[in-house]
């Protein structure tokens, strides 16, 4: 049974709105201010809260503000009177769920208490089972159970507990800044500032003086002293985003701070010592920039001590059911829509793309998806036509034990579907290793760990062409 607290100085309405919702069926409390409903809510919960807005001692918006800070789960609808409608709207910006005015009809009133009530037990659900959640899956908040990812969870955790460079590579939309502030706030520098820099995102002629500051003076437009990057990070962590971007004449004066860590301001003669961890990333082959020497060597081995990859999406399929099902209840919540997944259809349309942005654009997708749709399920209709349009992924020759979970059906038609791409690509190479991980856009050794888990390197000895180990 549902608890409901009404807050009215009016008698009659107290006992005309408890009344009403009583015969809901529901469990009702009155206050006729706001000190007792704050009273009310400490000496237990209630699931909804009906609010009057003008009331003596404390008037709707002093006791909303305090009954959030008490319980701020807890829908609460404004009362107010006709012709107060900007107060009320000044009431859902501070955090009520909604509002109406009085003289109301009481058939309105039951279904917006009605609605406020699934929000509140879909928000529960979500928290549950966001509790339940097994920890290898979500790492600090970022969801994946193929091995790819749990071999990043493990090297991440390693290089969190300790004081050392990392540089973190992947596609754009992989989560690279993600892991750079989880090795920070997990590592001995967490309790000092954390600073970022994207080196694409600024332009050449003013990167330095964002890394390394100026004075007053030192150009047009210098009209105050301004700390850079280095110094603002002193004793937490600077994070070099795009690290790969940054043009050869930068990439030097960057060496040279790192290996004496101390920097200069822009027009200043005055040598700053700093204490910092560095970590960066990039969405670039930097050994193959080396090589065709658009990326100092010298600085990819002072940067490159701990390399993070950070695998795409595409290459761990398997954890596409997961990430669904975490932007489905994220995004249920936020739009206070109760989705409960996808249809089969979709599913295999997900499966068989590419996702060429990544977890970024799967939580975009979603997102939209769950935003358009008018059942509790996502259907095709609700996806942008790249993904619409994709071939889907065919279960024909997938094995699949329907005794299981949906979950386990999803995952095994996942794995079917990864194995038959990988097939597809090999034969496409004749067998060749590095043509065939080039293809699929993934890393060798995780081509490889793929073959070994669906059988398939066996099959490459077999064959006449290909490479080897």
């Known amino acids: 049974m549902h608890k409901v607290l009404i807050v009215d100085d009016e008698k ?3 006992f005309f709105l ?4 009583v015969k809901e069926g529901y469990e009702v409390t009155t206050a006729e201010n706001g000190l007792e409903a704050l009273e009310a809510v400490s000496c237990g919960s209630f699931d909804c809260v009906l609010l009057d807005m003008r009331m003596p001692k404390m008037d709707g918006i002093q006791t909303l503000e305090r009954l959030l800070g008490k319980t701020p789960d807890t829908p609460v609808i404004m009362m107010t009177a006709y012709g107060s409608r900007e107060v009320a709207m000044d009431a859902v910006r ?4 909604d509002y109406f005015t009085k003289p109301f009809d009481i058939n309105e009133m039951r279904v917006v208490v009605k609605r406020a009530l699934q929000k509140q037990k879909l928000e529960d659900e979500i928290r549950k089972l966001k509790g339940k959640l097994d920890k290898k899956y979500d790492y600090e908040g970022i969801i994946g159970k193929s091995e790819e990812m749990l071999e990043v969870f493990d090297l991440v955790s390693k290089v969190a507990k300790n004081d050392i460079t990392a540089m973190i590579y992947g596609e754009s939309g992989t989560g690279k800044e993600l892991i750079a502030n989880i090795i920070h706030h997990k590592g001995p520098r967490k309790d000092f500032p954390m600073v970022k820099i994207n080196c694409a995102a600024i332009p050449e002629t003013l990167l330095e003086s964002e890394l390394f500051g100026y004075e007053k003076g030192a150009f047009t437009g210098a009209t105050q002293r301004r700390l850079g990057k280095f110094e603002q990070a002193d004793g937490g962590t600077l994070f070099l ?8 004449m930068t990439q030097a004066k960057l ?3 790192l290996e004496e860590r101390k920097v200069q301001r822009l027009g200043g003669n005055e040598v700053i010592s700093v204490n910092i961890r560095i970590i960066a990333a990039t969405n670039q082959d930097l050994p193959k920039a080396v090589h065709n020497r658009t990326f100092r060597e010298d600085l990819y081995f002072r940067l490159n001590v701990v390399p993070i990859f950070l695998p795409p999406l595409r290459a761990r399929r398997g954890d596409l059911p997961l990430l669904i099902d975490h932007f489905i209840a994220e995004n249920n919540s936020r739009l206070d829509k109760s989705v409960r997944g996808v249809s089969a259809s979709v599913m295999k349309r997900m499966l068989g793309y590419d996702w060429p942005g990544n977890v970024r654009e799967l939580e975009n997708v979603i997102q939209r998806a769950v935003l358009l749709s008018s059942g509790d399920l996502i259907t095709e209709d609700c996806l942008p036509a790249p993904i619409a349009e994709s071939k889907p992924v065919s279960t024909q020759d997938v094995s699949i034990e329907f005794g299981g979970s949906l979950q386990e059906i999803v995952e095994n038609i996942a794995a079917g579907a990864e194995k038959q791409l990988i097939l597809d690509a090999l034969e496409k190479n004749d067998w060749s290793r590095t043509k065939t991980a080039e293809l699929l856009k993934i890393c060798r050794k995780s081509l490889h760990n793929k073959m070994k888990k669906y059988g398939l390197s066996d ?8 490479d080897e180990d």
């Open 12 to 14: 009659n309405m107290r």
């Open 18 to 21: 408890k009344e009403a919702l």
């Open 94 to 97: 501070l955090g009520a769920y």
């Open 241 to 248: 985003d795009e690290i790969g971007d940054m043009s050869l």
């Open 255 to 257: 060496l040279r701070a």
């Open 459 to 466: 099959l490459a000895k077999d064959s006449e062409g290909g």
